[in-house]
């Protein structure tokens, strides 16, 4: 079964700084996707950013980048000038393949931005 | 463009009452999911469905049961709740086939308390 480990229950970054959150998982599959969400106090699951493991290069969206590292099997987000708006709680998440498509989740880091 | 909606947002129960919680969804999604989210805990997947008439139990099934009987709807009932099943509940839907983009569609959630 696959899992997904975030070991940082809470962070915290600057405003306009850089903060990197942690995402290893563990699967026996060569093909699947890596997500990250976001979920502010409105409790919505928002999605931040994906990676294909056939790819090689690294996701970006906008001042969120991911460093993907298959053979070690770590995702982790990395968020620049960090903004108020960026504080929420954010949950790493693998998608497993074999006709269910199902997300297993991180426990999730709390990301708090301190003006 | 309602996407997912859960049905209520909001819900206080009595240990051995049971309820029924509603997720609708217009984008004609074979896959649909039920979800809960606890404190330190992230999302654990309670029921799923890869469409209509068909149901399977995920990672935390007891004390829950599900019925897909219209392609657009997912009912998660609870027959004698429990203290222990207070939770914020997450409905999800997703497309057949290949990931394009956004894996799976969220609803708002459902705040449950049992008292």
């Known amino acids: 079964a696959q899992t997904v480990t975030q070991s940082q229950p809470e962070m915290s970054v600057q405003e306009a700084e850089t903060v990197t959150l942690s995402c290893t998982y563990d699967?026996?599959?060569?093909?699947?996707?890596l997500f990250w969400y976001k979920q502010p106090p409105s409790r919505q699951m928002i999605l931040v950013i994906r990676?294909?493991?056939?790819?090689?290069q690294n996701a970006t969206e906008n001042r969120f980048s991911v460093n993907f590292q298959k053979a070690a099997k770590s995702f982790s987000l990395k968020i620049s000038d960090s903004q108020l708006g960026d504080a929420a709680m954010y949950f790493c998440?693998?998608?497993?393949?074999?006709?269910?498509?199902?997300?297993?989740f991180g426990k999730g880091t709390k990301l708090t931005v301190n003006p | 463009n309602a996407g997912v909606t859960q049905t209520p947002k909001f819900r206080v129960l009595k240990t051995g009452q049971s309820m029924t919680l509603l997720c609708a969804q217009d984008?004609?999604?074979?896959?649909m999911y039920w979800y809960r989210q606890d404190p330190g805990m992230g999302l654990r997947l309670i029921h799923y469905?890869?469409?209509?008439?068909?149901?399977a139990k995920g990672e935390v099934p007891d004390g829950y049961n599900v019925s897909r009987l219209k392609k657009q709807n997912f009912l998660l009932g609870l027959e004698s709740a429990a203290p222990s099943q207070t939770s914020v509940y997450f409905c999800?839907?997703?497309?057949?086939?290949?990931?394009?983009?956004?894996?799976?569609?969220f609803g708002d959630g459902t705040r449950l308390s049992i008292l």
């Open positions: 999800a839907s997703s497309p057949l086939g290949r990931v394009d983009g956004q894996p799976q569609h």
């Open positions: 699967t026996s599959e060569s093909d699947y996707y």
């Open positions: 990676q294909e493991a056939y790819k090689q």
């Open positions: 998440a693998f998608l497993t393949q074999g006709g269910s498509e199902k997300l297993v």
């Open positions: 984008m004609n999604h074979e896959y």
């Open positions: 469905s890869v469409g209509e008439g068909t149901t």
